[in-house]
């Protein structure tokens, strides 16, 4: 009987050992992984229509504004500052020898520095961006439909008025001043030993040379 019973004994143990074995290991934790954002759409839309120019350094080309509203990037000496949105926007400055960027439909062309060109203002509505800021030989940028023309620095040349109403550029030195809007406007000044620009057709005087208008 007990080595019966210890036989018994035997055969349990080595069941039970058998059963624990076979059980199944704990299954690993489930990771989710997480879902990234996905842009929206709408707001790369309006980034695309509006938003403002990047700016770039030396001899670079600013960025443009928006397709429909921004203001142009400016630029660093011998650069071209970005236009402005084609809607609503200022075009970007730029430095010495550089080239302002051109307004859109409404807005201010970007000034340049020493020597350079002041950009186009808005084809409907803005004042050319001045030229030659302190500088010489700067060319005044010419405005749009209305707006006055930029000024141009020393011995430079002052842009012209809007097509239909606007003031002339003036110009520094024995400079060129801008001619007025073809209608309304006045003719843009200049220094001693210059040339003014000339009146609008309907109202407006022609433009003097500052000492010849004191005399």
Do not use: C, E, H, Y
């Amino acid at each position: 009987m007990k080595l019966l019973a210890r036989v018994l004994s035997v055969l349990v143990l080595v069941l039970a050992a058998g059963w624990v074995t076979s059980l199944p290991a704990p299954a690993d934790p489930v990771v989710t992984p997480t879902a990234k954002p996905k842009p929206s759409p709408v707001a790369g839309l309006l980034g695309l229509l509006i938003g403002n120019g990047a700016p770039a350094g030396t001899g670079g080309q600013g960025g443009n504004g928006g397709l429909l509203i921004g203001n142009g990037g400016s630029a660093g000496a011998g650069g071209t500052g970005g236009n402005g949105g084609l809607l609503i926007g200022n075009g970007g400055s730029a430095g010495a020898g550089g080239k302002g960027g051109n307004a859109g439909l409404i807005g201010t062309g970007g000034t340049a520095g020493q020597g350079g060109t002041g950009g186009s203002g808005g084809v409907v509505a803005g004042s050319g961006g001045s030229g030659g800021v302190g500088g010489s030989g700067g060319t005044g940028g010419s405005a749009g439909i209305i707006g006055s023309g930029g000024a141009g620095g020393t011995g430079g040349t002052g842009g012209n008025g809007g097509v239909l109403a606007g003031n002339g550029g003036s110009a520094g030195g024995a400079g060129k001043g801008g001619a007025a809007g073809f209608l309304i406007g006045n003719g843009g000044s200049t220094g001693a030993g210059g040339t003014g620009g000339s009146g609008g057709l309907l109202f407006g005087k022609s433009g003097q040379p500052v000492l010849s208008a004191l005399f």
